[in-house]
C-alpha cells in the first residue's frame, strides 16, 4: 500500500508546488494603491485646517499639503494638479460607477481642467462605507479615497466621529465657476456636513409599476393604493418597513402602523432593497412598489416596462451626498472634483453612463419637477430621508414596522 | 475494521517534544485565527449603537443582551430557524449522501461529467440560485408558472405554484447545499475499505442493500460529522432566507443578525445588537459541539484504513443505472440546468425577463461587451485566483494538522482547538469580516490594503469546514499506521505527511476545491477588505446587484462559475490522479 501511496507523490509536489506559487505571486500582489498606514514623521497641520486635521501629501509626492479654506479657485486648481502629477491614480469610494462611467468622467475632468487622472472605484457598497472610513481613521491610517457617496444620514456617523472634512468653504471657492452652487450647498439638511459634503443626486421614494400588467391611467396614485385588494400578493415592499417608519414624519404613528397591517394583509412580496424591487417590477413578478425613483429610471432606461408615480398621500426624499474624509490622498484633488461632479458630471458622465436622473433647484428638476407638480404634493408632505435626529428612536419604530410585517 | 481499544498516548507525539515545534506553531496560528472573530464579536456585544467593536469613544453598555434574551420574539425567529435547518437536513443529507455513493462507489456511467456539474451549483452564488428560483417559480411572473397557466389554459393569474413558501425555501437552501454536502461526504467513501461492502455482496445482498446495511452504519461518524456541521451552517447561511423567507413567513436568525447590519439611512449599523443574536448561534455551535465530541469518542470502532488490503471497490449498478440516473437527472435539472439557464438568459438581457420569443428579440451580448471592455476585468480574475488558492490551501493544510492532532494526540488541549476552529462558523461573516478589520488594520505588519488580509480573512472563515473535513478522514484512518511508521523509525511529522496526509488527500483535495470556489464567491469578506487594487470578481458581482444593474452581476457570474469549473477540474485532475475514474 504505501507503494501506491508513493505513485501520488508527484501529485502531492505538485499541490506543494502551487502553494509555493501562490505564496510567491499572493506577496507580488499586494495592492499598490492600497491606502498605508504613515511613517511616523508627523506632518504639521496647515493653518487653515480645522482643529484636530491633519492632512498627509500623497504617496511619493514632493507637493505640500495646501490650505482648502479660503483658496482661490485657480490655486486649487493648480494644487490638484499637482497631487496629480505625483500620483495619477485616484481613488473613489460608494460609486459603484461601471468602469465605462469613469473613464468618460476622467475625460470629461481632463478635458475641463487638463489635469489627468486614473480615477478607480474602491468596490464597497453605501452600507460598509462609514464603517471603513471610520475604522481607518480610528487607526491613523493615511492616503485615503478621496471622496465616497452616501445619504446625509448614512455619512452623518464619520463627520460625528471628527473623521470627516468640514473646511470646505464651498461657495467661496466656486461660486464664480458655477453660479448654482450655492443652491445646492443650502439644500444640505445636515448642519453638520455643510462644509464637507455637496449633495449631488436627489432621490424620490416613488410608486414604480410594471405597465405590462398595469394601465398607467389605472396605475397607482398613492401609497394608500397599493392596499387596494387588486393588488394582492403582487405588491413589493422593503422588509425592514423604513417607508413607512419615515411617513409617521407625516402621517403620524398610529397612521403608520394602521397602514402596515393593511399592507401586510395584502400579501406583499419583500424585497431587500429598491435594486431587488426594481429587478421585480422589470420582471413582473411584482407589479407595484415603492422604491428610490433612480432605480426605476435606471430600469426604465434599459427598455423594462416600468413607470412610476410620486405618492400623493406622502413622499420621502433623500440627497445623496459626495462626502471628503479627512488623511485623503489628494486633499485639492477631492474638493475639485467633488464640485465637479455635483455641478457638471452628474448631468453628463454619470448621468449618461449609470442612468442617474439629476435633480437640481435650478436646473428645470427635469422630470421630476412635472411629477412632483402633477402629484400636487407640497412640503407638508415631504419627508427628508436625510435628517434623523434620533436615531435610536427611528430604529425602534421601524422594528415595530417589520414586526408588522414579518408577524 | 479496527477493534475498539482505549486511546492510547505517545510521549512522541508531545507538541513540544524534541524540538517538534510546527505542530505548537500551528496550534497558535488557528487559535490565533479563530480568536479574533469570538473576541471582534464578544467585545461588540457590550457596545452601544453608532460605536465600532474598538471604537475610541470608550463607551460600553449592557443595553443588547436584555434586548435579545428577553424579547419573545427572539424565540419565535430561532424556533423558525431550528425548524428551516432541520427540514433543510431531512432533504438534503440523504440526496447528498446517495450522490456520494453513486460518483465514487458505483460503476454509474458519465460520473465524471456528473462530477464537474456538480461544480456549477457549488459556484453558485446561493442568492443568485434564489432569484433564478423567483424567475422561474415566482407566483405572479415565474416562467415555469406562466408555461403552466398557457398549457393548462389556467384561469388564475397566479401559481399554480409559489416559491416563497416554506417548502420552496427548503428547496432552495437544499439545492444549494447538497453540492457541498456531496463534496464533504466523497472524501468519506474514499477512505473506506469495501471489504465488508465485498463480502456483503458475495453473499447475495443487492447494491442498495449494501448501501443501506454496510455502507451507512461504517459512514456514521462522518455523516454526523456533516449534519452537526450543516445544521450550524444553515443557521448562518442568509442569502436565500433573506430573499424568500419574509415573504414565506419564515423569519429566521441569520437574517435577522443581517438586518442589523444593513439598516439604511440610520447611521451605523448596530454590529453589537447583531453580535448579541449571534451569540445564540454560538450557544447552538456549543451545545452541537458536545454533540460532536460525543461522536468522535466513538472513532475507533469506524476506523476502516487499516493498511491490511484496504482497496475501495466498486459497485456494479445492473439495471439499476437508469433509475439512479434518472434521479441525478432530477437533481440537475433543479439545481443546475434551470436556473443556470435562467441566469445565462439574463445575462443577455437588458432587465429580468420571462424567456419567450418575443423577448428572444431583446437579447445582447452587451452585457458581456460592457464587462471586457474595461481594464479591471484581468486584475479581478488574478486577484480571485490568487486569493481563493492560497487561501484554500493554508486552510486545508492547517486543517490538516489540526486534525491529525486532535484525532491522534486526544488531549484537554486539543479538544479544546478542535472546539475552537468550530466556534467562528456560529459568528456571521459581516462580523468577521468587520472583526478582521478592525484588529488587522492596527497590526504593525501593513497587511492592510493587500491581498494578505483576504487570505487571512478567508483562512479564518473557512477553518471549520476544513478542519471539519480532516477529522472525519483522519477519524478513518486507523493508529496502526501510524505505529508502523514509528517502528520504521519515521518521527511525528514524517509519519503525518507520508502516511497520514497522504491517505488523506482525496479529502483534501475535495476540501480545497470547497474553500477555493467558496472564496471566489464570498461577498461580505471581499466587502469589508477588498480595495481598488485588491477587489475581486465577488465584489463587482455584488456592487452591480446592489445599484441595480442584476443584467450586469449576472453575466460576472456567468463568467465567474465558467471560470471555477474550469480551475475546479484543472485542481481535480492534478490533485488526485486520475482517481475518480477508476
Not at chain 2, 402 to 413: C, D, E, F, K, Q
Request: proline share 6%.
Amino acid at each position: 500500500m504505501l507503494r501506491k501511496i508513493g505513485s501520488r507523490k508527484v501529485s502531492f509536489l505538485v499541490l506543494l508546488g502551487i502553494v509555493a506559487a501562490t505564496l510567491v505571486f499572493a506577496a507580488c500582489g499586494s495592492d499598490p494603491t492600497a491606502t498605508q498606514r504613515p511613517a511616523d514623521t508627523a506632518v504639521p497641520p496647515t493653518a487653515t485646517t480645522a482643529p484636530g486635521t491633519t492632512m498627509a501629501p500623497p504617496a511619493n509626492t514632493a507637493v505640500p499639503p495646501t490650505p482648502v479654506g479660503g483658496q482661490a479657485f485657480a490655486d486649487l486648481v493648480a494644487a490638484a494638479k499637482a497631487e496629480v502629477e505625483a500620483n495619477k491614480t485616484v481613488i473613489i469610494r460608494g460609486g459603484g460607477y461601471k468602469e465605462s462611467t469613469l473613464s468618460r468622467l476622467e475625460v470629461d475632468f481632463r478635458n475641463e481642467f487638463d489635469i489627468d487622472m486614473n480615477l478607480e472605484d474602491d468596490p464597497k457598497t453605501f452600507q460598509e462605507v462609514p464603517t471603513v472610513y471610520i475604522a481607518e481613521c480610528q487607526a491613523g491610517i493615511k492616503n485615503l479615497p478621496i471622496l465616497w457617496y452616501n445619504s446625509a444620514g448614512t455619512a452623518a456617523p464619520v463627520f460625528d466621529k471628527g473623521c470627516g472634512r468640514d473646511d470646505i468653504d464651498w461657495k467661496g471657492l466656486f461660486s464664480e465657476k458655477w453660479p448654482l452652487i450655492g443652491e445646492i450647498v443650502d439644500l444640505q439638511p445636515y448642519p453638520a456636513l455643510r462644509n464637507g459634503a455637496l449633495i449631488y443626486l436627489s432621490r424620490m421614494n416613488v410608486i414604480a409599476y410594471n405597465t405590462d400588467f398595469i394601465d398607467p391611467a389605472d396605475s397607482p396614485k398613492s401609497i394608500e393604493d397599493l392596499t387596494d385588494p387588486k393588488y394582492k400578493g403582487r405588491v413589493g415592499t422593503h422588509g425592514i418597513g423604513f417607508m413607512p417608519s419615515f411617513l409617521q414624519a407625516v402621517w403620524s404613528q398610529d397612521q403608520a402602523i394602521d397602514y402596515a397591517k393593511r399592507l401586510k394583509a395584502n400579501e406583499p412580496i419583500f424585497g431587500s432593497g429598491s435594486p431587488a424591487l426594481a429587478g421585480m417590477v422589470a420582471s413582473g413578478e411584482v407589479w407595484a412598489t415603492v422604491i428610490n425613483h433612480s432605480f426605476a429610471d435606471r430600469a426604465i432606461a434599459a427598455g423594462a416596462p416600468v413607470n412610476w408615480n410620486i405618492p400623493s398621500d406622502g413622499l420621502v426624499i433623500y440627497h445623496d451626498n459626495l462626502n471628503l474624509p479627512k488623511n485623503a490622498s489628494h486633499p485639492n484633488l477631492a474638493v475639485l472634483l467633488t464640485a465637479y461632479i455635483a455641478m457638471e458630471g452628474v448631468g453628463g458622465a454619470i448621468g449618461d453612463g449609470e442612468g442617474w436622473s439629476r435633480v437640481m433647484p435650478s436646473d428645470g428638476r427635469g422630470t421630476l419637477g412635472a411629477k412632483l407638480d402633477e402629484a400636487g404634493l407640497d412640503a407638508s408632505k415631504m419627508v427628508d430621508g436625510g435628517t434623523i435626529e434620533n436615531a435610536t428612536a427611528e430604529r425602534a419604530f421601524r422594528g415595530t414596522i417589520a414586526d408588522i410585517y414579518k408577524g | 475494521m479496527a477493534t475498539s481499544t482505549k486511546p492510547q498516548r505517545y510521549n512522541r507525539f508531545n507538541l513540544l517534544h524534541n524540538g517538534q515545534m510546527l505542530p505548537f506553531i500551528v496550534v497558535v496560528i488557528v487559535v490565533a485565527l479563530s480568536i479574533i472573530p469570538l473576541l471582534g464579536m464578544l467585545i461588540a456585544t457590550f457596545r452601544p449603537a453608532d460605536t465600532l467593536p474598538l471604537d475610541t469613544s470608550g463607551l460600553w453598555t449592557l443595553e443588547h443582551y436584555p434586548k435579545v434574551f428577553l424579547d419573545t420574539k427572539t424565540y419565535t425567529i430561532l424556533w423558525d430557524t431550528v425548524a428551516y435547518a432541520v427540514a433543510t437536513m431531512v432533504v438534503s443529507l440523504p440526496i447528498a449522501l446517495f450522490f456520494a455513493w453513486l460518483t465514487d462507489r458505483t460503476d454509474m456511467r458519465g460520473r465524471g461529467v456528473f462530477y464537474t456539474l456538480m461544480f456549477i451549483p457549488l459556484v453558485m452564488p446561493a442568492f443568485m440560485i434564489a432569484i433564478g428560483w423567483i424567475q422561474l417559480l415566482g407566483p405572479n411572473n415565474g416562467a415555469l408558472n406562466v408555461y403552466a397557466r398557457d398549457i393548462f389554459d389556467l384561469v388564475s393569474t397566479r401559481g399554480p405554484l409559489n416559491i416563497y413558501s416554506f417548502w420552496g425555501l427548503v428547496l432552495v437552501t437544499s439545492m444549494a447545499v447538497i453540492p457541498t454536502m456531496w463534496l464533504l461526504l466523497l472524501g468519506l467513501f474514499r477512505n473506506m475499505d469495501s471489504a465488508l461492502e465485498d463480502a456483503a455482496l458475495t453473499s447475495g445482498a443487492s447494491p442498495l442493500g449494501v448501501f443501506r446495511r454496510i455502507t451507512l452504519p461504517l459512514l456514521r461518524p462522518g455523516v454526523l460529522t456533516v449534519a452537526i456541521y450543516y445544521t450550524l451552517v444553515l443557521t448562518e447561511v442568509f442569502e436565500v432566507p433573506l430573499i424568500l423567507g419574509p415573504t414565506a413567513g419564515v423569519n429566521v436568525l441569520s437574517v435577522h443578525i443581517y438586518e442589523q447590519t444593513t439598516d439604511p439611512e440610520l447611521g451605523l449599523p448596530v454590529y453589537g445588537l447583531a453580535a448579541t443574536f449571534a451569540l445564540i448561534a454560538l450557544i447552538l455551535g456549543a451545545v452541537l459541539i458536545a454533540f460532536y465530541m460525543w461522536a468522535v469518542r466513538q472513532q475507533h470502532k469506524y476506523a476502516v484504513v487499516t493498511g491490511k488490503g484496504f482497496r475501495p471497490r466498486t459497485v456494479r449498478l445492473g439495471n439499476w443505472t437508469y433509475l439512479c440516473w434518472g434521479i441525478v437527472a432530477a437533481y440537475l435539472m433543479l439545481a443546475v440546468v434551470l436556473p443556470t439557464s435562467i441566469v445565462f438568459w439574463n445575462s443577455l438581457s437588458a432587465f429580468p425577463s420571462v424567456p419567450s420569443w418575443a423577448s428572444l428579440q431583446r437579447l445582447s451580448l452587451d452585457n458581456y461587451r460592457e464587462v471586457f471592455s474595461g481594464g479591471n476585468l484581468t486584475r479581478m480574475v488574478k486577484n480571485t485566483a490568487i486569493v481563493a488558492a492560497v487561501s484554500s490551501t493554508a486552510t486545508m493544510i492547517l486543517a490538516a494538522i489540526v486534525a491529525w492532532l486532535t484525532v491522534r494526540r486526544p488531549s484537554n488541549l486539543t479538544r479544546a482547538l478542535n472546539a475552537i476552529t468550530f466556534l467562528p462558523l456560529a459568528i456571521p461573516t459581516p462580523v468577521v469580516a468587520l472583526s478582521i478589520l478592525l484588529l488587522y488594520i492596527r497590526s504593525p505588519i501593513p497587511i492592510y490594503g493587500t491581498l494578505w488580509i483576504l487570505i487571512i480573512a478567508f483562512t479564518t472563515r473557512y477553518l471549520a469546514l476544513g478542519t471539519r473535513l480532516m477529522h472525519s478522514a483522519q477519524l478513518q484512518i486507523d493508529k496502526s499506521l501510524d505505529e508502523a511508521a514509528y517502528t520504521s523509525g519515521a518521527g511525528p511529522m514524517r509519519t503525518f505527511y507520508n502516511i497520514n496526509l497522504k491517505l488523506m488527500l482525496p479529502a483534501f483535495t475535495n476540501g480545497w476545491i470547497w474553500v477555493f470556489a467558496h472564496a471566489v464567491r464570498d461577498f461580505a469578506i471581499p466587502l469589508f477588505l477588498a480595495t481598488a487594487g485588491t477587489r475581486m470578481i465577488a465584489n463587482v458581482v455584488f456592487l452591480n446587484y446592489a445599484t441595480g444593474q442584476q443584467n450586469l452581476a449576472v453575466t460576472y457570474l456567468v463568467l465567474l462559475f465558467v471560470v471555477v469549473v474550469i480551475l475546479a477540474a484543472l485542481a481535480r485532475l492534478t490533485l488526485t490522479s486520475g482517481r475518480v475514474q477508476r
